[in-house]
């Protein structure tokens, strides 16, 4: 797929696809997500190189499949589409693998991005996942899937495999310490590290005020 007109036209009707399939979604991974992520890493490829097409290609599908979202028998939705539209095997592969490459899978479960197009849009979903809108996402995931806020007896779990991290139940605050105080020192690029650091701090505040609210302190 080499005609800029062409790759214009395929980007067109997957964020049409893909808008209309998350446009409901009630669990922090609407439509506005996807097109947060998309916008970010338009922004690195910019900054930092890598195939612009194939980025935005895969930021647009990156939740497609997801196992939050879909069910197992829902998987190969990506794959489908990338048929349908009739994109080259090779770029397809591409796209399917920088996919595979971008979940956080766990604590202690290594996700090394092995391109700059993988790296670049692992960045960006995960800069999505702190800061105010990663709090605010965090907890409409949380009231989503029916978790407490928080319980002072359930402590984080630092999960070793993927299959534990998917298991999990606890509430919602945990995730914090299992997930997004995680994120600022696995960003791959100098630009989302950057990014990273503010929405960092911004969500150790929170949470300060947060157990200072829970004991009533302030
Ligand atoms: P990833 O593929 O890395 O999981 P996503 O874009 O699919 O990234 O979304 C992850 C977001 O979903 C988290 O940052 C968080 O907001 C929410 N989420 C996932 N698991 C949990 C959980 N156990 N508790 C609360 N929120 C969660
Ligand atoms: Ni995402």
Same mark, same amino acid.
């Given at each position: 797929?080499?005609?800029?007109?062409?790759?214009?036209?395929?980007?067109?009707?997957?964020?049409?696809?893909?808008?209309?399939?998350?446009?409901?979604?009630?669990?922090?991974?609407?439509?506005?997500?996807?097109?947060?992520?998309?916008?970010?890493?338009?922004?690195?490829?910019?900054?930092?190189?890598?195939?612009?097409?194939?980025?935005?290609?895969?930021?647009?599908?990156? @939740?497609?499949?997801?196992?939050?979202? #879909?069910?197992? /028998?829902?998987?190969?939705? &990506?794959? =489908?589409?990338? %048929?349908?539209?009739?994109?080259?095997?090779?770029?397809?592969?591409?796209?399917?693998?920088?996919?595979?490459?971008?979940?956080?899978?766990?604590?202690?479960?290594?996700?090394?991005?092995?391109?700059?197009?993988?790296?670049?849009?692992?960045?960006?979903?995960?800069?999505?996942?702190?800061?105010?809108?990663?709090?605010?996402?965090?907890?409409?995931?949380?009231?989503?899937?029916?978790?407490?806020?928080?319980?002072? @007896?359930?402590?984080?779990?630092?999960? #070793?495999?993927? /299959?534990?991290?998917?298991? &999990?139940? =606890?509430?919602? %605050?945990?995730?914090?310490?299992?997930?997004?105080?995680?994120?600022?020192?696995?960003?791959?690029?100098?630009?989302?590290?950057?990014?990273?650091?503010?929405?960092?701090?911004?969500?150790?505040?929170?949470?300060?005020?947060?157990?200072?609210?829970?004991?009533?302190?302030?």
């Amino acid at each position: 797929m080499n005609s800029i007109i062409q790759q214009k036209k395929v980007l067109e009707y997957t964020e049409n696809f893909i808008r209309v399939r998350f446009e409901k979604d009630g669990s922090g991974h609407d439509w506005w997500h996807i097109h947060r992520v998309r916008n970010l890493a338009i922004r690195f490829a910019n900054i930092e190189g890598g195939d612009l097409f194939i980025v935005e290609m895969a930021a647009l599908l990156h @939740d497609l499949d997801d196992w939050k979202l #879909s069910g197992d /028998e829902q998987m190969g939705q &990506t794959k =489908a589409w990338l %048929i349908q539209i009739g994109l080259p095997n090779e770029q397809s592969e591409k796209i399917l693998s920088i996919i595979a490459e971008v979940s956080f899978k766990g604590a202690g479960v290594e996700t090394a991005a092995t391109s700059l197009e993988a790296a670049i849009v692992q960045d960006a979903d995960r800069l999505d996942a702190i800061g105010a809108v990663g709090i605010a996402r965090t907890f409409a995931y949380g009231g989503n899937k029916g978790r407490l806020l928080y319980h002072p @007896d359930e402590n984080p779990e630092m999960h #070793s495999s993927f /299959e534990a991290y998917q298991k &999990t139940t =606890a509430p919602t %605050i945990n995730h914090f310490y299992e997930k997004l105080l995680l994120l600022r020192d696995r960003m791959n690029t100098s630009t989302a590290k950057k990014m990273a650091e503010g929405r960092h701090q911004f969500m150790e505040k929170y949470l300060e005020q947060f157990f200072s609210e829970w004991e009533g302190k302030i």
